[in-house]
């Protein structure tokens, strides 16, 4: 199994590559584009954060704890929370993730069980889905797939080093499979995970209809407002004044 600094190494370099591809190729925003790759890089944390109490699991909780609420400022936002409100619900997002997620994790997970599968990796990606909730379509998806893609690097990785080049081609270790699997040994681990990602699947489905939807009306009314309160052209108003 590859260490920690391994697994946050190889998320990076993916991180920046994606970061840098959607900056030449796709022409998104730098900031998205740091902000995505960032995110793919710690992302790489994810997986192992069942991996029992220790550095790795304190710190990417602790990371996780003060990342979430701002990425959800936006959303609060939206909600129309007043400053007072979006600070006390970002303070209790906080504590939820620093002590009930870390409290949930060491006594609820085992080490490669569902928290490091493939729906995990959807489920995380669905939730910076929910939380990042910016107005363009794209740079929701970039960022949120940007959490899948460091979630997916790591499972890769462990892959990878489960497989061994002996004197007779490769060998397989004992945990070969256990890392990009759809389901794991349990019954109820696999419901439950199963049952999260879909119920964040239909919230995220109908969310993002719903941002397009305010999307297109703001549009709408943007053009109902320079039509009939601003007949004149804004250059003939810049003249006139
Ligand atoms: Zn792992």
Partial sequence: MP????????????????????????DMHPLTCALGGGLCAVSGMLPD????????LKESVAFAAAVVPMLMIHRFQQFGLPLEAIILAGASIYLAIRFG????????????????SLPAAAIAGQTTFLAFAAE??????????????????????????????????????KSFGTAMKFNGPDLWPNLLTYAIAIILGLLAASDAAWTEKMAHTRQQMEQAARTYYYPQTPQQWQIRR
């Fill in 49 to 56: 954060l069942d991996s029992g109490p220790g550095i790795p």
């Fill in 136 to 173: 363009e379509p794209l740079r929701r998806y970039f960022v949120s797939s940007a959490v899948v893609l460091g979630f997916l690097t790591h499972l890769v990785l462990d892959e990878i080093w489960s497989v061994k080049m002996g004197w007779f081609g490769p060998k397989v270790k």
């Fill in 101 to 116: 997620l870390s409290w949930l994790l060491k006594n609820y997970s085992h080490h490669r069980g569902m928290f490091h």
């Fill in 3 to 26: 260490g920690f600094r391994v697994h946050i190494t190889g998320s990076s370099i993916v991180g920046v590559a994606y970061g840098a591809a959607a900056w030449y190729v796709g």
